[in-house]
């Protein structure tokens, strides 16, 4: 048949996959001993993790969609730490709120506030160790391993942040052969009856290409409250692998929305636990991908109590030949009696070549449970459209006013009105050509 592969076809592409991947391990292995700083414990253990994981094999299942050629024949190096003030203030969203600003993977104390109010900001210990990620792959323990200023952040019990927490990182290219490569390394942790709003931004300096590994891990404690938004708005040659974690506490609320608007290869992960009972969930993300770009967004959660509750709403707006994969998972462990987990992908497809993949996905090993998952795959309906026309409402704008709309279910969920116009105003930026 067609397209079929013979034995001997299959064993070539096989072995030549493994070689491009030993060649990529190779000139990651030379980034790691070059990382700056003491020789961390942490890092050591993820090196040693991704050699064990490996990069993905031939026709491995949760890479089928993600290409990664260009990114294995790349050779990556360390960047400079190199933004002056006034260029961090254009790059940064017009928000009053505690700043941690990180440059091309290393922390920056004159970009940072001074103040960081009940916030205690600290570099990680060489001799510490983080935790153990909730669901683990090969990207993920190289931002472990390479991440040169990994920052601890800690919220004490009881206190309430009046502000944001903003995580302002900023990467940057150059002309030069090597790609620059960056790490972003954070881990947060609120005790009990703790309030914080989080904020990770990415950006980019230039429209040069860079590699960005980004990674957040929160510990919520019980009865704390949590809400985190990212932005990412890095340049359109930009290739940007991520991996969050949040591990939720008894009666604790969280929401947690990221909204993908920039790079020309993006893999972006969310992992999560619940840990304690009665606990209140969200998880969101916005995929706006463009001309050839290809965003990749997958979650993990898994139901490890009962009386647990969590909702996800997944939105694609596909332009132009762009690519779009939503790869979603909810566990229900034996245990966790009276789960309610509802997983939602709905996609708007703007351009003919345009293309999106969905894979809602559940396991369930407990009964008395309320679970279910859905997606949805369409055009700007025509209808709306000749209704709005009608009204003398020119195509462009009608377009627009539909397109809001369908984005507006994620957006409205920002409490902040000074976050919730900056993230309008990059929409309608990728919006603009529409």
Same mark, same amino acid.
């Given at each position: 048949m067609a397209g079929l592969l013979t034995n001997s076809e299959r064993a070539n592409k096989r072995a030549q996959v493994a070689a491009l991947n030993e060649q990529a391990m190779a000139r990651f292995a030379t980034l790691f001993e070059q990382r700056s700083g003491d020789k961390s414990q942490h890092a050591a253990a993820h090196w040693e993790k991704a050699n064990h994981v490996g990069l993905p094999a031939f026709r491995h299942e949760d890479w089928h969609y993600t290409p990664l050629q260009t990114v294995l024949n790349t050779q990556y190096r360390f960047a400079e730490n190199v933004v002056d003030e006034k260029a961090?203030?254009?790059l940064a969203l017009p928000i009053d709120a505690y700043r941690i600003v990180l440059v091309n993977g290393r922390y920056n104390s004159t970009?940072?506030?001074?103040?960081?109010?009940?916030?205690?900001?600290?570099l990680l210990d060489s001799q510490d160790m983080l935790p153990d990620a909730v669901n683990g792959e090969v990207f993920l323990h190289l931002t472990e391993s390479l991440a040169q200023q990994p920052i601890v952040i800690h919220l004490g019990a009881n206190q309430i942040a009046p502000?944001?927490?903003y995580l302002l990182n900023i990467s940057s290219g150059d002309d030069e052969e090597t790609v620059?490569?960056?790490h972003y390394r954070y881990h947060m942790t609120l005790d009990t009856n703790s309030k914080a709003q989080v904020i990770e931004h990415?950006?980019?300096?230039?429209?040069?290409?860079?590699?960005?590994?980004?990674?957040?891990?929160v510990e919520v404690g019980d009865n704390a409250q949590y809400q985190h938004f990212k932005l990412n708005n890095e340049?359109?040659?930009?290739?940007h692998f991520a991996h969050n974690d949040i591990v939720v506490g008894r009666d604790s609320q969280v929401l947690s929305s990221s909204f993908l608007l920039g790079g020309t290869l993006t893999r972006h992960h969310t992992s999560a636990q619940l840990s304690g009972e009665n606990a209140d969930f @969200?998880?969101? $993300?916005?995929? =706006?991908?463009?001309?050839?770009?290809?965003?990749?967004?997958?979650?993990?959660?898994?139901?490890?109590?009962?009386?647990c509750e969590s909702r996800q709403l997944h939105k694609v707006i596909a332009m132009d030949s762009s690519k779009a994969v939503f790869n979603g998972m909810i566990k229900v462990a034996p245990d966790a009696l009276k789960t309610d987990g509802q997983m939602s992908n709905h996609t708007l497809l703007l351009g003919d070549k345009a293309e999106v993949d969905t894979k809602p996905q559940l396991e369930i090993y407990a009964d008395d449970v309320k679970c279910g998952h859905g997606a949805t795959v369409g055009r700007i309906d025509d209808e709306q459209l000749f209704y709005l026309r009608s009204r003398?409402?020119?195509?462009?704008?009608?377009?627009?006013?539909?397109?809001?709309?369908?984005?507006?279910?994620?957006?409205? @969920?920002?409490? $902040?009105?000074? =976050?919730?116009?900056?993230?309008m105003a990059n929409i309608r930026q990728r919006l603009a050509e529409v």
């Open positions: 961090c203030e254009l970009l940072s506030s001074i103040d960081m109010g009940p916030f205690k900001v600290a502000k944001p927490l620059n490569h960056s990415y950006v980019s300096v230039n429209d040069k290409p860079h590699f960005t590994g980004g990674r957040l891990t340049n359109n040659q930009a290739q @969200s998880l969101n $993300s916005m995929l =706006l991908p463009k001309d050839n770009e290809i965003v990749d967004t997958r979650t993990y959660l898994e139901h490890n109590v009962g009386h003398g409402i020119d195509g462009k704008a009608a377009k627009h006013m539909i397109i809001i709309a369908f984005a507006a279910e994620l957006t409205e @969920s920002i409490e $902040s009105e000074e =976050l919730k116009q900056a993230v």
